[in-house]
RNA sequence: GGUUCCGUAGCUCAGCUGGAUAGAGCAACAGCCUUCUAAGCUGUGGGUCACGCGUUCGAAUCGCGUCGGAAUCACCA
């Protein structure tokens, strides 16, 4: 229960008591008191002027009076107009950071027996991963540990499309322009020398627009299963395979369940079949079947082709049907980019229409694109920012940064290195992260991502500024607890009121499936720290119980902030 | 043109299931390192929450309209 629940369910009791009414609890008002006011919560009374037919500042008094009399965790109100603020007693906060300090599995909410599965990432196999790449790998990977969180069982799941004419454009490229070459002969990443032959592809095209027909012709064999073209085109799959299980690696990221679209793009059929036999579907005189959505307000949408062969759309439905009966999945989360908005909601209608009941559990999680200064990236005019560059860049700061502050001298080497990588990684995820998944963000390549203020590294400095202190106290062989006899400071109350409201904030993020909502706490949870931190001497107190108190308060803090952190995916040093 | 999403400080973003005087960071300026890590802290300046109307005791938040931006409406994926 949040206090804000418990503030809730008293003023429930304190209007029957004053006022004989039943005021129902979640119609109750309350919120954190904002910080130029005296107290920790405030009752809106408004709402219940109509139950106690007084004015505001009546109301406010009576419910503050009698909370302060019948609640001994309610020590003291103040009501200005019709805002009744509220102050919890120093016992009430203690006993809640007891609770918090004992408790490992603080955050984990309570298991919900949901299915969910997560599919991210979906890359084409014609080209390296970009900076839109990273968002929806980040957001993917991280909406997955945050339903994890939130009691949800989660399996990850990606689809690549490693077939169709993309491939082949890179592959007609490749046995006419590029001799033989080999990531091993080049020392090119797989993913980018298939780029190339894709880029190199497209330039011939511009000189040569009759090499389409190739391309084409080399599609048609591939369906065919000729062996040559099949063979090549394993080999360049297999490279893009390698360079982007590179990347996955980099940053981070794992899948349960891959699947390739050369095993479900002919998946879809039968259900377009069964849809024709119930009538949902229309098959027009050229063969071709549609599914008409007009009443709803979208368009007629395609199914089947004239000459039969299917659409994404169609393997779309063939795909879900599968997995929702395969995994008994109760619901479904797609990370797609939001220019698919229409297509996903065409997903969904046809899926109902065809009599499919869990239609309604398909989530699109729908992000809005990475823009640079000049708008969107393009790959022709060179403006696409490489995965792979940026995780690099980001290392080379965080090393640069690291080796200038000169506060990891004296350890060893390879330690240094995992520290440039986590830090850049985490400067790196945070920046994508904090922002709402739905918004359009900007990157501009210029300024590079940012090591102060609100990102990541502030967050991974704070932990490791707690480790430190938590070292030297360990050291000196100080212990970390709460006593019943431990009074608090008001700055110590505002830190436990923020780490009570952890699981709150899991709850609401999940809700809204925003891993911003958990960044934004985590760096709200540093900052106040962080301020606590330079007004307290904390290993300087002489009282045995304030000292335990603060250890025990400093400590629940830095495995909030993992916690926190670890749903975004970012680890956090111990020290930096 | 239809549909959907977006518009908050110079810039990047919070806040949006209606609550008090709209918050951070960056950038600018002024301070704080013989004291637990200055990737930090404190302070100053910076706002017609795109605009208008409406609902309400109360609107950045909800509704309608206008303006501006983006996406989408393929026998592409």
Not at 9 to 23: H, I, M, Q, T, W
Not at 252 to 258: A, K, M
Not at 545 to 551: A, D, F, K, Q, S
């Amino acid at each position: 229960m949040t206090t804000e629940q418990f503030i809730a369910g008293k003023a429930v009791e304190a209007v029957k008591a004053l006022y004989g009414a039943d005021f129902p609890q979640e119609q109750m008002q309350v919120g954190v008191t904002r910080k130029d006011f005296e107290g920790d919560y405030t009752l809106v009374v408004f709402p219940l002027l109509k139950t106690s037919r007084q004015a505001p500042a009546v109301t406010a008094q009576a419910i503050g009076e009698w909370l302060t009399a019948n609640c001994p965790e309610i020590s003291g109100f103040n009501a200005v107009q019709g805002f009744l603020n509220l102050s919890l007693s120093n016992i009430y906060w203690r006993e809640n950071l007891q609770e918090i300090t004992g408790n490992a599995s603080f955050g984990q909410l309570p298991a919900t027996g949901r299915r969910v599965m997560v599919e991210f990432s979906s890359p084409n196999t014609n080209k390296p991963l970009h900076l839109g790449h990273i968002r929806n790998n980040l957001l993917g990977d991280s909406v997955s540990r945050l339903l994890k969180a939130a009691g949800d069982e989660v399996i990850k799941a990606t689809l690549v499309n490693d077939r169709g004419v993309h491939i082949c454009k890179s592959m007609y490229a490749w046995e006419k322009l590029f001799d033989g070459a080999t990531p091993e002969s080049t020392g090119i990443k797989g993913d980018h020398l298939v780029g190339d032959c894709y880029v190199a592809y497209a330039k011939l095209e511009k000189e040569h627009p009759e090499v389409i027909d190739d391309v084409h012709k080399m599609l048609v064999q591939w369906e065919e299963g000729d062996p040559q073209v099949r063979k090549l085109w394993e080999m360049m799959n297999g490279w893009v395979f390698d360079g982007f299980e590179q990347t996955y690696k980099a940053l981070g990221i794992t899948f349960d369940r891959t699947y390739y679209e050369h095993d479900t793009y002919l998946l879809g059929k039968e259900l377009v079949q069964k849809g024709l036999d119930m009538g949902v579907l229309v098959r027009d005189p050229d063969g071709s079947v549609w599914c008409d959505l007009t009443a709803d307000g979208l368009d007629r949408k395609l199914l089947l082709r004239s000459d039969g062969t299917s659409v994404y759309m169609t393997q779309d439905l063939g795909t879900a049907e599968r997995r929702f009966s395969e995994y008994e999945l109760d619901s479904h989360v797609y990370v797609v980019g939001n220019e698919q908005d229409y297509h996903f909601k065409a997903l969904k209608l046809v899926l109902k229409k065809l009599g499919f009941d869990w239609a309604d559990q398909i989530y699109h999680l729908s992000y809005g694109m990475v823009e640079l200064p000049e708008g969107k990236m393009k790959s022709r005019e060179g403006t696409v920012v490489d995965a792979d560059d940026l995780i690099e860049k980001m290392y080379q700061e965080a090393k640069a940064t690291s080796e200038e502050s000169g506060k990891l001298d004296g350890i060893p080497e390879d330690e240094k290195e995992r520290l440039y990588h986590m830090i850049g990684l985490g400067a790196l995820k945070y920046f994508i992260l904090k922002v709402d998944p739905k918004k359009t963000m900007l990157f501009d390549p210029k300024e590079s991502i940012d090591f102060n203020g609100n990102t990541g590294p502030f967050i991974q400095y704070t932990h490791a500024r707690i480790c430190s202190i938590l070292r030297k106290a360990s050291e000196a062989g100080k212990k970390a607890a709460v006593a019943d006899a431990a009074v608090l400071s008001p700055k110590e109350i505002r830190l436990v009121k923020i780490l009570s409201a952890y699981p709150q904030k899991v709850a609401d993020a999940a809700a809204a499936y925003s891993p911003a909502i958990v960044a934004n706490y985590a760096y709200d949870l540093a900052k106040e720290f962080n301020q606590y931190y330079h007004e307290t001497q904390i290993l300087k107190e002489p009282d045995a119980t304030l000292l335990g108190m603060r250890l025990a308060l400093i400590d629940t803090l830095a495995a909030t902030l993992r916690k926190a952190m670890n749903v975004l995916g970012i680890d956090l040093p111990e020290r930096m």
